[in-house]
């Protein structure tokens, strides 16, 4: 005699449970399945949560991070923590995230380059819009190209006609090849005709170091992380990227005013959860993040550091993502931007 294995009626009594009770039984499970979902987002957060910012300590994403990540602590009661895993263009913080439980107390601060990183680099460890779930957009914020102050440019056509009088002989950071950043500048570039050497750094941080200190000449970074050193005189603005110039620093003039008509860039900033994270725990999240980025503090300190809150849907993120993706695709063709 075959004994039955495990589990093996499983299918047939529910075949029949449903065949029963028709559509009341698939009413009863929706109504358990809701249910538990409520029950998870009610426990959340049940312990401290990760804010993972793939670059290091000072960047514009990592100063976001840690602007949002107080308010978090203090509307869940549970400890929000900003960990810095910089590397690979920022897909080392990301790829912790994706292989991370989706029970949403693994959250990336996720910046532009999510978009970018699939067409300049060899290889990327998850799928962009497949590995995760969206949200909230965070901010966003203008890119900046300042300069040592050695260097005999204020605007940007200076630079175009200084770069053409010393083709190569001019370099600049970016904070980590393949970055917003690197590529903001190396749209410049292509639309400016003029060639500027690249030098690579881990992130906007030391980058900035390196360009105050004089051991480069330019540097395409973050409005967040340049206007502390633009407004020191340490560095020398020459243009924001934006189509318009920023509120917070409105004598700065866009590239496309000083040199460079039909040139634009703007950066952003958002939090992103491991695909499968319950709609519910999203929802939660969501809501938390728009009503900080609607608290007047939060909202001052982030135009002081030189970005714009944005908040919305999960929904208004993911279309972002994806008209972003789309984007940089065509600009990293048209430049002819080789991977790194």
């Known amino acids: 005699m075959t004994l039955p294995q495990p589990g093996q009626f499983l299918p047939t009594i529910l075949d029949l449970f449903l065949r029963v009770l028709g559509g009341k039984a698939l009413l009863f499970l929706g109504v358990l399945g809701v249910l538990g979902g409520e029950a998870v987002a009610q426990d959340y957060p049940n312990r401290p949560v990760r804010l993972v910012v793939g670059s290091s300590p000072g960047g514009g994403t990592d100063i976001s991070a840690r602007i949002l990540a107080p308010y978090l602590t203090e509307y869940f009661g549970r400890q929000f923590v900003v960990e810095n895993r910089p590397g690979g ?4 913080g990301g790829a912790v995230v994706a292989s991370a439980p989706p029970d949403g107390h693994t959250l990336w601060m996720a910046v532009s380059s999510l978009t970018i990183n699939p067409y300049v680099l060899p290889k990327v460890p998850y799928d962009a819009v497949k590995d995760f779930t969206p949200v909230s957009q965070v901010a966003i914020a203008s890119n900046i ?23 190569g002989q001019l370099n600049y950071s970016a904070g980590g090849a393949g ?3 690197h590529l903001s500048m190396e ?20 980058a900035l170091l390196d360009l105050v200190a004089g051991h480069v000449h330019l540097m395409m970074s973050n409005l967040l992380s340049a206007l502390p050193v633009v407004r020191t005189s340490r560095a020398r603005a020459i243009g924001v990227t934006a189509p318009k110039r920023s509120v917070v620093a409105p004598d700065i003039p866009t590239i496309a005013e000083s040199g ?26 969501n809501g938390a993040i728009v009503k900080a980025l609607h608290d007047p503090a939060v909202k001052e ?13 999960p929904e208004e993120f993911a279309a972002l993502i994806a008209a972003d993706l789309k984007k940089w695709g065509r600009v990293v063709r048209e430049a002819n931007i080789k991977s790194h």
């Open 260 to 285: 460079l008509p039909g040139y634009e860039v703007l950066q952003w900033y958002g939090v992103l959860a491991p695909a499968g994270t319950p709609r519910e725990i999203v929802m939660k999240l």
């Open 301 to 313: 300190r982030f135009l002081s550091d030189g970005a714009e809150t944005v908040g919305g849907t």
């Open 179 to 181: 970055s917003s950043q």
């Open 187 to 206: 749209l410049f570039l292509h639309m400016a005709g003029i060639k500027i050497v690249h030098i690579a750094y881990r992130g906007q941080g030391p």
């Open 89 to 92: 263009t920022t897909t080392i």
């Open 145 to 167: 190209i300042i300069a040592h102050p050695s260097l005999p440019v204020r605007t940007a056509k200076d630079l175009i006609a200084l770069a053409e009088q010393r083709p």
